[in-house]
């Protein structure tokens, strides 16, 4: 959780230094007085440059990095971020990561042999859900069957939330996406509008549409980071519900079958104590 709290204020800092940073290279903070000179004495530069950045304002790669600019920036950190996590999750929320098969087939072998020292070690020497809940449970066994089930179950509710923190941070994904792309529609809007609020003369459109068109890129590139997002946060929950409710219900009928184990080691001696007095009240005094 602290670590989802670091990133929230890490973004919060980085989305205030791109507002602040679209907002001092906005065109409409710039007096018109300045601008004109400033147009004015740039023209003989552009006239060289023109010819040798001809090739890169033809690429479509290139028009799309220039027109993001420092809001597209940050969509793509978070697109990376969004990747790598969606990685990592997809290699942590497995069946075989809640309940190894080399442990449980372990297990198995050593219930049949009534090992029950050797589950119990084969338990605690393993990190993973099926062994934390099943441990919380023969830690409650000697209580009784009831008892050991309601500890195992506050574990696994302890488990989920655990689990659903790692994922949480998808559905902020998914919120923050539509977010800094409105920001940027905002943005392109604002510049088209300056220009036209700006112009004494006849417009152009190519100034007027450069503001649309980015106002329109930033919307995409930000519902793109949502969707997909939103349809993982999902699919983790989902993917989340399942191994928990497998893992507790593997876990369940374990305990079940030791408890059983148990009460049957516990009437082996009983009964044989029975039979031993049994049989030697029936035989007879010895003269």
Known sequence: MT???????????????????????????????????????????????????EVEKDSFIWWVIETSGPIGVLIFGLSVYFVAMTSRLFLELRPDVAMPPDLMQDIQQKMEKRDYKGIYASIKERDCLFTKVTAAGMGELSGGLDEARDAMDRVAEVQVVEMEKKISMLAVLGTLGPMIGLLGTLTGMIKSFSVIARSDTQLKASEVAGGISEALLLTFEGVALSLPAIYFFAVFKNRVMSITANTTLQADDFIKKLAQAAKSATKAPAAAAAAATTSAAKEPPKA
Request: with cysteine.
């Open 3 to 53: 670590g989802s709290f670091n990133f929230l204020k890490c973004l919060g800092c980085v989305m205030l230094f791109v507002l602040v940073t679209s907002m001092v290279d906005a065109p409409w903070l710039t007096p018109a007085s300045a601008q004109a000179q400033d147009e004015a004495e740039a023209k003989p530069a552009k006239k060289g440059a023109e010819e040798h950045s």
